[in-house]
């Protein structure tokens, strides 16, 4: 089963997300990650970034039954497309001297962020993919995780899609200049 990324533009209005939710829900499809904000540019629309698991077949009738929504406007199924996308995560870690320094180190190599520190706790915020959270997480829990929040995927298309094709013919023309 594969990991899929779908970004659903919709109307921005009540039970919009309940009715994507449901439709999920009804035929037994998992949502693995959720973010929906409002459009910056447009406040009438908002936009969905969901992650689910399936085979081709499954991803197939989730766009045919998102597509049969009114309030849907665009579906981009990031299936076949290069994307960008970000998750961030927010980490209260135990601290004392001895930890301290060794967590600092740790936010450093991450390229984290301190965000609030407490005689025996320091919050750090994370941004990245979902193997660099993975990872933090991983580091940081012999020190002792106190509580943890993380957002879901925000993903887009990357400004230019090179195919194995294309990539090849830039090598090509590369090497022979």
């Given at each position: 089963?594969r990991?899929?990324?779908?970004s659903?533009l ?7 997300l ?13 949502i ?10 447009d ?6 970034v ?9 991803l ?7 597509n049969?929504l ?20 927010i ?5 004392d001297?001895?930890?301290r320094g ?5 936010v450093?190599?991450?390229?984290a ?10 919050t ?7 193997e660099?959270?993975?990872?933090f997480i991983?580091?940081v ?7 943890v ?7 887009m298309a ?7 094709e ?5 090598r090509v ?5």
């Amino acid at each position: 089963m594969r990991s899929h990324t779908i970004s659903v533009l919709v109307e921005n209005e009540f039970g919009v997300l309940a009715r994507v939710a449901g439709l999920f829900s009804s035929r037994g499809f998992n949502i693995e990650s959720l973010t929906v904000n409002e459009d910056p540019l447009d406040p009438t629309v908002s936009r969905i970034v969901l992650v689910t698991t399936g085979d081709d077949q499954i991803l197939e009738q989730i766009n045919k039954q998102l597509n049969k929504l009114v309030c849907v406007i665009k579906i981009a199924d990031f299936k076949d497309v290069e994307t960008i996308d970000r998750e961030m995560v927010i980490v209260k870690v135990s601290v004392d001297e001895r930890t301290r320094g060794e967590l600092d180190s740790i936010v450093a190599a991450f390229r984290a962020h301190v965000i609030d520190i407490g005689p025996r706790a320091i919050t750090v915020e994370l941004t990245g993919d979902a193997e660099k959270i993975k990872a933090f997480i991983a580091i940081v829990r012999p020190l002792g995780i106190k509580e943890v929040v993380r957002s879901g995927k925000v993903a887009m298309a990357r400004a230019v899609q090179l195919n194995a094709e294309n990539h090849q013919n830039r090598r090509v023309r590369e090497s022979s200049e």
